[in-house]
């Protein structure tokens, strides 16, 4: 119980208190209740006029007397349980409120909450909704009154049951049937409630040694097939499954003009796939406290970037991995002629994808660390992962096991040799490796000494802004998109599977690169193509097996 500490002048304080309690005016009422709180002020007699209070016309005041209430802890549920049996509508309300802000165990409430779900007033039903969802898996019998209010009108009341059944988790498993519509519902709010619910009650798991073998035995009956249809020479794909490479197999040819097979070791292009590794570098300089993601790039540069863009000073290393710069995607003849390059839009403001964006902050990273893009990843990244076909800049130990890219034709193109690392595009590696790039955000401690704190992964993975719902990648079953998010450097896909974490790429010299990992499952596939049909040979591949 509660122990009053009251100053020296003892009755005379409470005396000023009990009359402001009864006072006219709402302040002095709202007054004295702050009193109480202050002064934990526990004396057994405030409690029928705190009970009153609860009908305040002033929603202040009886939200304080709430609070008082729920300060109380069990000395007030005698009170509370006769307010919710035979008080006013905003007396059960305030007492239900009372309950939820209350640390005391509320258990013994649990059938008149569960009433109070059929009641018309939404008030109450919101607050016994908030006041159940405290009880977490010990609400689980009140299961079936709370399937009812995801058919209701009211979209708070339907967002709040969904919150109050995640809470309660696997035990709400019977009202997985009456979840699962609301995934598709018009309201992306409710959509992602309903996916986090389904996440909770339902919690994702490994693929079965049956069911993930099912899917490789699909991806070497069809993507051959695929091949043919789209005209895409050499195909090489790798899966993790429980936070490792789990099978890696390579189709077709490297070129067609010497009709090489492609093996695991083949390298690729990986194009944009690059950008997510460059953020994995920025992330390293964070976690050294090197870098300050909303500190202006130029700041780390010492010097403009665009001299005759003032307004590009205001951009950050957030805003880069994010493509909220305001560049264009590319100056015209990119970046190695050092063009104009227009702000198309005002820093910080809209969604637009910019691969020199990348590049502005690759070279902030670079003016940081006094190092190229390529001594930062292999120092950084490729050494300590003793990856030995991964790098951001061509070298002959590349050419030996490089594919060629070609056209939707199935024609070879001109070989491009990236002679210095562009953080945007230019990352040559193979599936393989690359997974094992992204298993530095599911499994750190590969990286040793580098590895990435949980802080970090999840400042990277953090839902930064809302995309387009036609942004989303189809997938099959339980990882099917409700709404999709950029973090920084990668998307994500928020999906009851938990959120499922990508990036695509296309060179034009004629490669196609696809990667995904789901942290909560160890999870992940990454499919790289030497052709430009390669996109759509991708989609139809992570449309019949994407839910790894």
Known sequence: ???????????????????????????????????????????????????????????????KAATVLSLRGVDAFPALDELLKTGSAQQRW??????????????????????QLSAEDELLVRASLAALARLQSRAAPAVSALKPLLSRDD????????????????????????????????????????????????????LTSEEMAARIDWMRLHVPELMQQYRVPG?????????????????????????KPVTVDTVFEACSMSKPILGLIALQLVQDGRLDLDRPLVKYLGHDYLPDQPEHRRITARMSLTHRTGFTNWRVGYDAMGGPLPLELPPGSEYAYSG????????ALESITGSSLERLSQDGLF??????????AWNEAIEKDLASGHGADGTFKERTHYRKGNGAYSLYTTPTEYARLMMTLMRP???????????????MLERELRLDDDEAVSRPGRASSVATYRGLAWKL???????????????????KSFGQFNPLKQSGIVIFTNGDGGGRLREVVIRQVGDL
């Open 493 to 511: 896909d928020v999906t009851r599977e938990g959120d499922i974490v990508w990036h695509s790429g296309s060179n034009s010299s004629g490669f």
């Open 1 to 63: 119980m509660l122990v009053a500490a009251w100053p020296a002048t003892g009755q005379n304080a409470t005396d000023k208190v009990d009359a402001a309690l009864r006072s006219s005016l709402a302040e002095q009422r709202e007054w004295a209740l702050d009193q109480i709180i202050e002064t934990h002020d526990a004396r057994p007699g405030l409690t029928p006029r705190l009970a009153q209070l609860l009908d305040d016309a002033d929603l202040d005041v009886a939200g």
């Open 445 to 459: 401690e590969v990286l040793g000494k580098r590895a990435f704190t949980r802080a970090s992964i999840d400042m």
């Open 356 to 363: 020199e964006g990348i590049v502005f902050l690759q070279r």
């Open 155 to 206: 979209s708070e009341i339907r967002w709040a049951a969904l919150g109050t059944l995640a809470s309660i988790g696997p035990a709400a498993r019977d009202a997985v049937p009456s979840i699962e519509p609301i995934l598709r519902d018009k309201s992306v709010e409710l959509r992602l409630a309903a996916a986090d619910a389904l996440k909770r009650i339902d919690p994702p798991a490994p």
């Open 235 to 259: 195909v090489s794909i790798a899966v993790v499954q429980k936070g490792r490479v789990s099978w890696a197999q390579a189709f077709g040819v490297r070129d067609v003009r010497d009709r």
């Open 94 to 115: 305030g007492a239900t409120v009372a309950l939820y802000k209350s640390t005391a165990d509320i258990a013994g409430f649990l059938p008149t909450l569960t009433k």
């Open 383 to 392: 050494a300590p992962l003793g990856l030995e076909h991964t790098s951001f």
